[in-house]
């Protein structure tokens, strides 16, 4: 995880953009790997752990009719997390991060456990990612941050 955090901060420096990162289910885990990173003060812009779905109505401008419909951890709210995210942190891409890592919560059958929804926002880009990971709960969170590192790697090539 480590090698991929420090490739997304040489690939932002690179192309001197900067990013930050609204996350629910990674608990800041996506910040700490890239604020880990030598020199990311440059590209880092910082980021918002919204655990509670009352902090993402309050500062990422989720509102409760979007939560009620479909649920804290979908894409429709990781993808206004995102938005929200953009208009509180202005950087030059957005990462939103929600999901299932323990039982309870939105768990559905067509949800279970290990579900994680990404939103992205890069240029003109809007760029939603769904993955369901096995595992237990720090399993699960450190592949969802891979992935999430994965692909803003795969965005910053393209």
Not at 5 to 15: E, R, S, T
Request: with cysteine.
């Amino acid at each position: 995880m480590e090698e991929l955090a420090k490739k997304c901060c040489q690939l932002l420096k690179d192309k001197k953009l900067t990013i930050a990162f609204a996350e629910s289910v990674t608990s800041g885990a996506l910040c700490a790997g890239l604020g880990a990173v030598e020199g990311s003060g440059a590209v880092f812009k910082g980021g918002l752990v919204c655990y509670d779905g009352d902090l993402k109505k309050q500062y990422l401008g989720v509102s409760d009719a979007l939560i009620e419909h479909y649920t804290p951890e979908s894409a429709e709210v990781t993808r206004q997390m995102a938005i929200g995210l953009k208009h509180f942190i202005h950087a030059d891409m957005v990462v939103a991060i929600t999901g299932l890592c323990s039982p309870g919560g939105s768990e559905a059958t067509d949800k279970p456990v290990g579900t994680i929804f990404t939103h992205i926002l890069y240029l003109d880009k809007s760029i939603a990612y769904r993955e369901v990971y096995a595992g237990d709960s720090l399993a699960i969170i450190a592949m969802a941050v891979s992935q999430t590192y994965q692909n803003i790697i795969q965005l910053l090539k393209s």
